[in-house]
């Protein structure tokens, strides 16, 4: 199975921040990324597949980069929104496997 | 499309599983869609379970395969989950999700507990 890993594990921040959330695969996995958002008591939603497509309705200052076996998920001018849990997963190959997630909270 | 999961809260240890998810605002056996299961164990993080896909053909992940059956009722616009022989480690709130390797949307999830 491929192995997803991300850093940090959580993180605080300030409405209007800028922050990033790493993921990195133990294998590659070209772009075959995914992040999802969870707020609690909510199914998670997909944000960016593909390592950087945006999911339609979701706020451009979310954003995805990497490929291969490093990717970073980009959040722009924090808003109150905003404050969940991330995961990663990969779509590259079967069984399809998720990071453990990345808590951003209130500072 | 809009998918609520539904089933048992508490499940003995050595019983099965039986999970039914409902599928509305379209046809779970229309397109070429697939369908999963995903679960979050506490403190473990996200599992997937398995995909049906439009045909019914199932595809599981190998380390529950062997206690794991997926299935669709396409006059009823569901699928199924059920998985025999349940212990502690399967305490996990169950996701169901549209999609085979890339889930959205997802359902509510429901939290079930294995205990005696």
């Known amino acids: 199975d491929i192995h997803m890993t991300q850093s940090p594990s959580s993180l605080s921040a300030s409405v209007g921040d800028r922050v990033t959330i790493s993921c990195r695969a133990s294998q590659s996995i070209d772009h075959y990324l995914n992040w999802y958002q969870q707020t609690p008591g909510k199914a998670p939603k997909l944000l960016i597949f593909?390592?950087?497509n945006l999911q339609s309705g979701v706020p451009s200052r979310f954003s995805g980069s990497g490929s291969g076996t490093d990717f970073t998920l980009t959040i722009n001018s924090l808003q109150p929104e905003d404050f969940a849990t991330y995961f990663c997963q990969q779509s590259s190959s079967s069984p399809y496997t998720f990071g453990q997630g990345t808590k951003l909270e209130v500072k | 499309v809009q998918l609520q999961e539904s089933g048992p809260g508490l499940v003995k240890p050595s019983q099965t599983l039986s999970l039914t998810c409902s599928v509305s605002?379209?046809?779970?056996?229309?397109?070429?869609?697939?369908w999963s299961w995903i679960r979050h164990v506490p403190g473990k993080g996200l599992q997937w379970i398995g995909f049906?896909?439009?045909?019914?053909?199932?595809s599981y992940n190998p380390s529950l395969e062997s206690r794991l059956t997926m299935s669709t009722d396409t006059s009823r616009n569901e699928m199924s989950l059920t998985l025999r022989s349940l212990t502690a480690a399967d305490t996990a709130v169950y996701y169901c999700?549209?999609?085979?390797?890339?889930?959205?949307?997802w359902g509510q999830g429901i939290l079930v507990t294995v205990s005696s």
């Open positions: 999700a549209k999609g085979g390797s890339l889930f959205d949307p």
């Open positions: 049906i896909d439009y045909t019914g053909r199932p």
């Open positions: 605002g379209g046809s779970i056996n229309s397109g070429e869609d697939y």
């Open positions: 593909g390592g950087f």
